[in-house]
T-cell receptor, first 114, second 117 residues
Framework: AQSVTQLGSHVSVSEGALVLLRCNYSSSVPPYLFWYVQYPNQGLQLLLKYTSAATLVKGINGFEAEFKKSETSFHLTKPSAHMSDAAEYFC????????????FGSGTRLLVRP | DAGITQSPRYKITETGRQVTLMCHQTWSHSYMFWYRQDLGHGLRLIYYSAAADITDKGEVPDGYVVSRSKTENFPLTLESATRSQTSVYFCASLGTSGGDLGTDTQYFGPGTRLTVL
């Protein structure tokens, strides 16, 4: 069964520092992959998605992610953290069947220190 | 308003009571989903629907019932609520650009926070 692993339930960075949130997937077939962000008391908002086009995907708010098949990874990065980036981030893989359901990682809470 | 809405946003109920959570989308998306969010588990799929009158179980369906008589609505019912069903519930719908549904985006509602006492 397909699974998604996010390393680190909490990541803390200083404002202006690099943000790196890790995501690994397990699938024999490279899946479609997504990063969502959840602000407090809100739903999930799509940051970016990989759908087998370019391996480096740019998203909203300055985030990007690189799909690496050899490492089965899809890590999320942002060069310079902003206070407004503090939120929970979820990596997800599309179940490759007719259900189109998303398999989510357990989430990483990003804390940004002033 | 366009988009996907959920009601109520907050609900407190007692063990054994029946509760229905509502989900409405204005896009006429064919696919709709119910997920629950619990600490340490991310989001897990409860049920999904590929179209009106077509529903199927997800990862954690026990204790839940769904229906989809109209494309735009996808209510989730807890027939006899238990404390383990205390969670935040998210509804989502999947748009189609006419091509591969896998490349489309799942849009999420704002969630319903349910507490079962």
């Amino acid at each position: 069964a397909q699974s998604v692993t996010q390393l680190g339930s909490h990541v803390s960075v200083s404002e202006g520092a690099l943000v790196l949130l890790r995501c690994n997937y397990s699938s024999s077939v490279p899946p479609y992959l997504f990063w969502y962000v959840q602000y407090p008391n809100q739903g999930l908002q799509l940051l970016l998605k990989y759908t087998s086009a370019a391996t480096l995907v740019k998203g909203i708010n300055g985030f990007e992610a690189e799909f690496k098949k050899s490492e089965t990874s899809f890590h999320l990065t942002k060069p310079s953290a902003h206070m407004s980036d503090a939120a929970e981030y979820f990596c997800a893989a599309l179940q490759m069947d007719s259900s189109y359901k998303l398999i989510f990682g357990s989430g990483t809470r990003l804390l940004v220190r002033p | 308003d366009a988009g996907i809405t959920q009601s109520p946003r907050y609900k407190i109920t007692e063990t054994g009571r029946q509760v229905t959570l509502m989900c409405h989308q204005t896009w006429s998306h064919s696919y709709m989903f119910w997920y629950r969010q619990d600490l340490g588990h991310g989001l897990r799929l409860i049920y999904y629907s590929a179209a009106a009158d077509i529903t199927d179980k997800g990862e954690v369906p026990d204790g839940y019932v769904v229906s989809r008589s109209k494309t735009e609505n996808f209510p989730l019912t807890l027939e006899s609520a238990t404390r383990s069903q205390t969670s935040v519930y998210f509804c989502a719908s999947l748009g189609t650009s006419g091509g591969d549904l896998g490349t489309d985006t799942q849009y999420f509602g704002p969630g319903t926070r349910l507490t079962v006492l």
